[in-house]
């Protein structure tokens, strides 16, 4: 089975913490990514990596970035924490994406960080 | 712009029915795929059942069934003989197999099931 886990459940920072979130996934995945979940919006993609050190701003990358040393982790960092990123914040995976075989697009997502700013 | 729609926010179904749930997807790519995912109260995203748009048949996955109907651009999640533990948020997401390189899904806004005894 795919695990996709995330560092915390619960986070609680202040404003202008400079905050990490971190995500490790144990089945040798190509693709990771980023997304918050705030309620009647879905979920919306942050940030993604394809490899190694590349990544690709997502549809709202303002505020965050990210960080990929090692294939196995992607991190997601608020330079300068703000309120208004108080959310729900989701890592995934998939073994490909490159690939128009969809099972091997599925994502597989960790727990989630509940991430309160004050 | 908005790609895929789920007018459900939330609904009730009674203990060992049947519940659709509605989706709906705009594309102008001819080729892609859709996938649904059950969140519980506990957080995590659980992927249940995808299709492509080139597939003749529906997909199904136990008591879980795809109504695809490609011409109405949707892909209403059909859920069997409900179970308690099927009280979730379920998430319609789509890849576009011909814009998008990197595999993205674009995520619905979700609706809440709540299973009653």
């Known amino acids: 089975d795919v695990k996709v886990t995330q560092s915390s459940r619960y986070l609680v920072k202040r404003t202008g913490e400079k905050v990490f979130l971190e995500c490790v996934q144990d089945?040798?995945?190509?693709?990771m990514f980023w997304y918050r979940q705030d309620p009647g919006l879905g979920l919306r993609l942050i940030y993604f990596?394809?490899?190694?050190?590349?990544?690709e701003k997502g549809d709202i990358p303002e505020g965050y970035s990210v960080s990929r040393e090692k294939k196995e982790r992607f991190s997601l960092i608020l330079e300068s924490a703000s309120t208004n990123q108080t959310s729900m914040y989701l890592c995934?995976?998939?073994?490909?994406?490159?690939?128009?075989?969809?099972?091997?697009?599925?994502?597989?997502f960790g727990a989630g960080t509940r991430l309160s700013v004050l | 712009a908005q790609k895929i729609t789920q007018t459900q926010p939330g609904m009730f179904v009674q203990e060992k029915e049947a519940v659709t749930l509605d989706c709906t997807y705009d594309?102008?790519?001819?080729?892609?795929?859709l996938f649904w995912y059950k969140q519980p109260s506990s957080g995590e995203m659980i992927f249940l059942i995808y299709q492509g748009s080139y597939d003749e048949q529906n997909a199904t996955e136990g008591r879980y069934s795809l109504n695809f109907q490609k011409a109405r651009k949707s892909a209403n999640l059909v859920i069997s003989a409900s179970q308690l533990g099927d009280s979730a948020m379920y998430f319609c997401?789509?890849?576009?197999?011909?814009?998008?390189?990197?595999?993205?899904?674009?995520f619905g806004a979700g609706t809440q099931v709540v299973v009653t005894p």
């Open positions: 594309t102008s790519d001819q080729s892609y795929g």
């Open positions: 990596s394809y490899d190694v050190k590349m990544k």
């Open positions: 995934a995976s998939s073994l490909l994406g490159a690939d128009l075989n969809l099972a091997k697009n599925i994502q597989y």
């Open positions: 997401a789509m890849r576009d197999l011909i814009t998008d390189s990197w595999g993205k899904l674009q």
């Open positions: 089945m040798d995945h190509e693709n």
